[in-house]
């Protein structure tokens, strides 16, 4: 491709409204142009990343033995309606109606329609297992679109989809996709972690998500380094850190502390650590009737440590809050607890709750605690003497950069990430209430073990920025750089030899497959090479008058700090060393 030809509009500033380097930066490089909240037109030098993602997946996925199909980006909610998650996914599922008043949706994600494929066409054993898949647009209604590509309302995914006839084969089915995504990011020269994950909305029994390292990530990623535990922070399991309750050794004693709400203020004024403190959150759990009516509400206390939070995703596997659960209101909290939150404690109710201690509170002895008493708290507090035992001991805290880790193999540590990918062992949670079933040996209906495995096409181009880039653009990988090299001659219009040397190679490198743009605009050099930089190429060849005088270009990877100087004849072998390797 010659640059004349091709579509550049680079820009010197990014846009007021961008806010992360990969949205900054992919505007900057007129790789994308907004066009409302969310939405952007993906302009030919983001195209041309974008078709390199989909070539990759695509060669991988087929290599795994995934077959490709098309589903529509607009299916009837008579499907979705059949698994409940036209009205469980909430407002971020765009629902709309044709001019008949029956109802669509603009499909984030494509279950019911491929699970309704499989049940018309996938009838017997034999048929197993069967792997589709496709790259679709998608759309979420976000609440706050942001952050570019990453965060967007309308965007590219390739999602697939397995059927197998028992848990086995489906777990089967289920490695070879992950074995294809491993494939899949190392290609595109990508840092990433697999960690274990929680399914969410998609549901299922096992998932992973795959994590492109970058400080801008917006998951945290907690990984042990001496071992090959790795999880979301949402799924990772906290150890109780205390193995066994002591004995009591105070006395239980209410101690003013006026104006102290927090439970570090707390501790800074009774100077103790904050580790002693326990806090208080309260929950509340509501029963409804056929009018969605609050026919009754349960109260829950859940207690923490002082220096840990609350996480809900956790919180929402224990028993009871399973179908939903909301923070309390003020009026729930001083009928219960007889004051204003900040003085809360599991001592002295007005009413009973439901108490739930974390793992480590649970083993804690003479800790401090809420009196329920404005600006009172209660100090060497210790259960099965002055409270209770829990009403249920639960992981419901976040990990803590130092913690152990569950395999009992080394201490924790926290990254942040940003998902690219997602691998869930979905079971029968589409299969049955959509009732695809396949005959087995007996001829008996069986209902179909289904896997999922999602990639964000178009958020991979954010993730690979974040994780690449410095103050000069983007450092593209070789794998989806829009282009891979760049000629770069000075005074191209001006220089017969010059033009003829940069022609040479550029034919040279056609011919090798190589995929090489020539700047043929005739740009000033200080300009030419600063578009290229901010486009990220990740090779250039430099050719003036006075370097071909003295036999030698100049080459220079985009992370080099320095070019090296090289014949014109040693520069097409360089290169394809260079992308062999």
């Keep these: 491709m010659k640059a004349s030809q091709f579509f550049i509009s680079t820009l010197k500033e990014a846009p007021t409204d961008a806010e992360v380097a990969s949205h900054k930066l992919m505007m900057r490089a007129g790789m994308i142009k907004r066009l409302g909240a969310g939405i952007y037109n993906y ?97 979420r209604d976000e609440r706050r679109p942001r952050f570019g590509l990453m965060r967007g309302r309308e965007f590219t995914m390739k999602d697939a989809y397995s059927f197998d006839r028992d848990v086995e084969s489906g777990t089967r089915s289920y490695q070879a996709m992950y074995d294809a995504y491993c494939r899949i990011f190392d290609r595109m020269g990508l840092q990433y972690r697999a960690v274990a994950a929680d399914s969410g909305a998609i549901g299922g029994d096992v998932s992973q998500e795959f994590q492109v390292i970058a400080e801008t990530g917006e998951d945290a990623i907690v990984y042990c380094p001496t071992s090959d535990f790795a999880a979301n922070i949402e799924k990772a399991e906290a150890v109780g850190l205390i193995a066994q309750r002591a004995a009591a050794t105070q006395a239980m004693t209410k101690t003013p502390t006026p104006g102290k709400s927090t439970c570090a203020d707390v501790a800074e004024l009774l100077s103790l650590p ?11 759990t509501d029963e409804l009737n056929d009018k969605g009516e609050i026919v009754k509400s349960v109260v829950w206390l859940l207690l923490l440590r002082g220096d840990h939070d609350l996480n809900e995703v956790k919180t929402s596997k224990v028993e009871g809050l399973k179908n939903g659960f909301r923070f309390a209101t003020v009026g729930e909290i001083e009928d219960h607890f007889g004051t204003k939150p900040g003085y809360l404690g599991p001592i002295g109710l007005k009413k009973p709750v439901k108490v739930i201690a974390d793992r480590t509170v649970a083993n804690m002895s003479d800790f401090v605690c809420g009196a329920n008493e404005a600006d009172f708290h209660l100090t060497g507090v210790n259960w099965g003497r002055d409270l209770p035992e829990p ?49 087995d040996e007996n001829g008996k209906p069986q209902p ?120 014109l004849a040693e520069v097409a072998a360089h290169l394809r060393a260079q992308l062999a390797a």
């Design 43 to 139: 302009m030919p030098m983001g195209l041309r990343v974008i078709r390199k993602v989909e070539a990759i997946i695509r060669e991988e996925m087929n290599r795994a033995g995934a077959v490709e199909l098309l589903m529509p980006v607009v299916q009837p909610a008579e499907l979705w309606q059949e698994t409940g998650r036209f009205e469980a996914m909430g407002p971020e599922l765009m629902r709309v109606k044709d001019r008949h008043g029956r109802d669509f949706v603009i499909q984030p994600t494509s279950e019911e329609v491929i699970t309704d494929i499989a049940r018309q066409e996938l009838r017997s054993y034999k048929q197993l297992p069967k792997n589709f898949y496709h790259i679709q647009t998608k759309f």
């Design 274 to 284: 904050l580790a002693q403190t326990v806090k208080s959150l309260v929950l509340a």
């Design 391 to 439: 009403d249920a001991v639960a992981d419901i805290r976040n990990i803590v950069a130092g913690d152990p880790s569950p395999d009992g193999k080394g201490v924790l540590a926290i990254q942040r990430g940003i998902e690219v990918g997602h691998v869930f062992l979905l079971g029968t949670k589409y299969s049955e209430p959509m009732k695809a079933t396949f005959l």
């Design 448 to 567: 179909m073990v289904m896997g999922c495995y999602g990639i964000g096409v178009t958020r991979i181009l954010g993730a690979a920025i974040e994780q690449n880039h410095d103050e000069r653009g983007i450092i593209w990988p070789n794998g989806i750089a829009p282009f891979t090299v760049v000629i770069c001659p000075i005074g191209y219009d001006r220089s017969a030899d010059v033009k003829a040397a940069a022609d040479s190679l550029y034919a040279e490198l056609m011919a090798a497959g190589v995929d090489v743009l020539l700047d043929d605009r005739g740009e000033r050099p200080g300009a030419m090479l600063a578009d290229w930089e901010l486009v990220g190429v990740p090779h250039r060849v430099v050719l003036g008058d006075r370097g071909l005088k003295e036999g030698h270009v100049e080459y220079q990877g985009r992370r080099d700090t320095e070019a090296s100087k090289m014949a």
